[in-house]
Each structure stands twice: as structure tokens, then as C-alpha cells.
């Protein structure tokens, strides 16, 4: 019986070799707990949640609720064990954490087929298939040797400096217009106007916004590479508007020339999805809905991600890798997790589910499951091996990575409800 090295026991490396031993093949999973501890990790158990007890909403109006449920319906150890140890939350899933990660833990080590090395991995495993699940704070060791043997030096993160996106059907178009700036391209531009008044009260409130906290890496190296738009702000009321705020080259319809223009440029292929350009941001999520939405034509914006700045190990994943989270210059080489781009605990146990689910049917001689981008799982993973970003940043699940329904719904709640049914019809599809 052929092995299968897993690299990695949290949420997504657990998932994964679960699903693979449920299936019948052997596991040899790798942890470097407790040799070794991350600078985030206080215990020794699989699964461990670092930050938040909440896997967020459990509703099906909700793109994560949906997640989770899929998830449940394929039989996922990390939703058993979420569920099992549920504490309230109003509709939101939040656990008891050490409840949670001891029932995931006994889990695995009380699965035959599953074998557990402990000690710290600093090289790529050489012949058979390996899951690399090793999380966004990947140790240093690896994280070299991924550099060196996979990536080539390039297509490597090592922190998160991403700007806000919003959905496409919350821009007031109205508002906004399409343009490219002196009218080079086709138009790929949203651009919001703004006149001096509108600028002014924007760039004041924007640099009196309260930031959060940076964890996991100093600020000098941040601002070299990719400023935060209110830090910017602070530097003078007309900095961003000689940077990613400048009118130059942007003729409204009307003929009327702005004085500042936001631009938003798609950030998915079916361009549900646009990112607020040059808006890298440390601000609390709050504050980054309150002041982004005094810009004109974002009053209603819905935001798909908000701007982030954290320490993230993640590669590349639209060019490194396929729809089932395969290296595609060397196939026997899986990614799961948040070192793949997905964002979060249920986006990063969904990742290993599908790896596990997949591998598991190819070894079998199985034709692949082939999650669409109708259902969640399928979203995350077509966003991963295909955002047309020039700037991929992480993603959590959101129901703007998925294909709009073939009807119009007007109502937000129904329409999501609408897009859970189909996904959900989708899933018992497929595994049947």
C-alpha cells in the first residue's frame, strides 16, 4: 500500500490525512510540535486554533455557512469535532478550543492507518505523493527549502499586504464608470470621482481611522514595499492624490475632469470582484468599512475581504498550482491550507478536504469528484489555481467567487439561499 506523507496536523493537514485514511491508505503525518512550537502555538494539539474560538456563521445566507455544510455533508472530521464541541454563539459555530483540538487530536492518533512523526521538517520529502499543510507561519527551515526547490525563489510571501475588495453588484454605477487611464486597454477600470470636497473630508477622516495592530513582522519592511493608504494619508493631505489617488489621464462621462479618483480594478475572472487599488491597509475592519464607503459609488459596498497585514507565508497558487491543489511541474506535490491562499480556519480545512477527498479517488483509479466553482469548495480552489490578480492575495470564502445564478433573485438573503440550494444539490450530485 502506497504512503502518503502529510506535512503538518493543523486544521487542513489533519482534515487531509483523515480523509485519506478513511479511504483506506496509509498516512505517515509529520508535526513538529512538541519538538519544535510555532511563535503562535501555546500547546502540543492538532488543530489548534491561534486566534478566534469562531469558525464564523453557521447560516446558509452566508458564503462560510455554506462551507461549513458541505463539509458536514462529506463527512469532515474537523466539522464533527467543531460541532461535537460547540459552544454559544448566537448563529455563529464557536467551540470550545481545547476541547475542539483534544477531539481532533485523539481522533487521529486513534486512527490505524495514520502514523505520527514528530519533529521539525526542513527538507521536501523525496518520491510519493507529500501534502505540504504547514500553515501561514510556516517554519523558517521549510519555508527555505520550498523557496529553494519549488518556487525557485520567486512566487514565495512572506507577509499579507492586501487591499480591500468589494463586489461588483454593490458599486453604484451610477457613480462609478468605466475607464482606463488616457483611455489605454479596454476600459478595465471602475473609477470612482471625487471633487475636492468629497477628497478632503475622505483624507481627513482616513488619517484620524484607528489601525490594528501588525503581528509578525516590523512595520519598516511593510512601508518600503507597499505603504498603507492612510499612512499615507497622514503624510499630507495631497500624497495620495500624486499616488494611487491621482486624476491624471481619467475623463468622466460628462466630459468633467476629477480632482481625486479611486480605481478598482476585477480581481476574478467572472468580475464579481474588484480590489480598491493601491488601498493596502492596517486599519480595523470597521474602520475600513466606515471610511471606504464615503467614497463615491462604495456607499453600499460589500466587502468580500477587508485589508490585511499580518505575517502570511503562502506561494503563489495561480502559478504554481491545478484545481486540486497539485504542483503542476510536480504533480506527487500537494499544497492545503492557508499556505495555498485560502484565508481562514474553514477555508483552510476545506482545502484539505478536497486534497484528501482527491487523492484519495486518484490512487483508487477513481474519476476526481471536480468540485465546480457552484459550490464553495469548488470556488475556493478555482480562485486559488486561477485568480487573474497580478496580485494574488489570500481569500476567504465569499459568494462573489461563484457563478451568479441563471435567474434574477433582488432580495441579498434569498439570493444567497438560492446559491447554498445549488451548491448543496451540487455536492449530493457529485459524491453520490
Not at 45 to 66: H, I, K, P, Q, Y
Not at 351 to 369: F, I
Request: aromatic share 8%; glycine share 10%.
Amino acid at each position: 500500500m502506497e504512503q502518503i506523507t502529510v506535512i503538518g496536523a493543523g486544521l487542513a493537514g489533519s482534515e487531509c490525512a483523515w480523509q485519506l485514511a478513511r479511504s483506506g491508505f496509509a498516512v505517515r503525518l509529520l508535526e513538529m510540535r512538541p519538538c519544535k512550537r510555532g511563535p503562535a502555538h501555546t500547546t502540543d494539539a492538532f488543530a489548534e486554533l491561534v486566534c478566534s474560538n469562531s469558525f464564523r456563521s453557521d447560516e446558509l445566507t452566508n458564503a462560510v455557512g455554506l462551507l461549513k455544510e458541505e463539509a458536514r455533508r462529506l463527512n469532515s472530521l474537523i466539522m464533527r469535532c467543531a460541532d461535537a464541541n460547540k459552544v454559544g454563539a448566537g448563529g455563529a459555530l464557536a467551540v470550545d478550543r481545547n476541547g475542539f483540538a483534544g477531539a481532533v487530536t485523539d481522533s487521529i492518533r486513534a486512527e490505524p492507518l495514520i502514523s505520527v512523526t514528530e519533529g521539525e521538517v526542513t527538507e521536501i520529502p523525496g518520491g510519493g505523493i507529500t501534502v505540504i499543510a504547514t500553515g501561514p507561519l510556516t517554519s523558517d527551515a521549510l519555508a527555505e527549502a520550498i523557496a529553494r526547490e519549488i518556487t525557485g525563489g520567486k512566487y514565495l510571501s512572506f507577509f499579507d499586504a492586501a487591499a480591500p475588495i468589494v463586489t461588483f453588484e454593490s458599486i453604484d454605477m451610477t457613480k462609478a464608470f468605466f475607464a482606463s487611464r488616457y483611455d489605454k486597454g479596454d476600459a478595465d477600470y471602475i473609477n470612482c470621482p471625487m471633487t475636492k470636497e468629497e477628497y478632503e473630508r475622505f483624507i481627513r477622516e482616513l488619517s484620524l481611522a484607528e489601525g490594528a495592530e501588525v503581528h509578525g513582522f516590523d512595520d519598516t519592511s511593510v512601508f518600503e514595499g507597499c505603504m498603507p493608504i492612510e499612512v499615507m494619508a497622514r503624510r499630507g493631505t495631497d500624497t495620495p492624490r500624486y499616488g494611487p489617488l491621482k486624476p491624471v489621464g481619467i475623463t468622466a462621462p460628462d466630459g468633467g475632469r476629477p480632482y481625486a479618483v479611486v480605481q478598482l480594478r476585477r480581481d476574478d475572472a467572472a468580475g464579481t470582484l474588484y480590489n480598491i487599488v493601491g488601498f493596502q491597509t492596517r486599519l480595523k475592519f470597521g474602520e475600513q468599512k466606515r471610511v471606504f464607503r464615503m467614497i463615491p459609488g462604495l456607499e453600499s459596498a460589500e466587502f468580500a475581504r477587508f485589508g490585511v497585514m499580518h505575517r502570511n507565508t503562502y506561494i503563489n497558487s495561480p502559478k504554481l498550482l491545478d484545481r486540486y491543489y497539485r504542483l503542476r511541474a510536480e504533480p506527487r506535490i500537494r499544497f492545503a491550507g492557508q499556505i495555498t491562499g485560502v484565508e481562514g480556519y474553514v477555508e483552510s480545512m476545506a482545502s484539505g478536504l478536497l486534497v484528501g477527498l482527491e487523492t484519495a479517488r486518484e490512487l483508487s483509479g477513481k474519476p476526481p469528484l471536480d468540485f465546480p466553482p457552484e459550490t464553495a469548495i469548488g470556488a475556493l480552489a478555482h480562485y486559488v489555481s486561477s485568480s487573474v490578480s497580478g496580485n494574488f492575495q489570500p481569500m476567504n470564502i465569499n459568494f462573489g467567487l461563484m457563478p451568479p445564478l441563471d435567474v434574477k433573485v433582488k432580495n441579498k438573503r434569498d439570493k444567497n439561499v438560492a446559491l447554498s440550494d445549488r451548491s448543496l444539490d451540487t455536492i449530493a450530485r457529485i459524491s453520490a
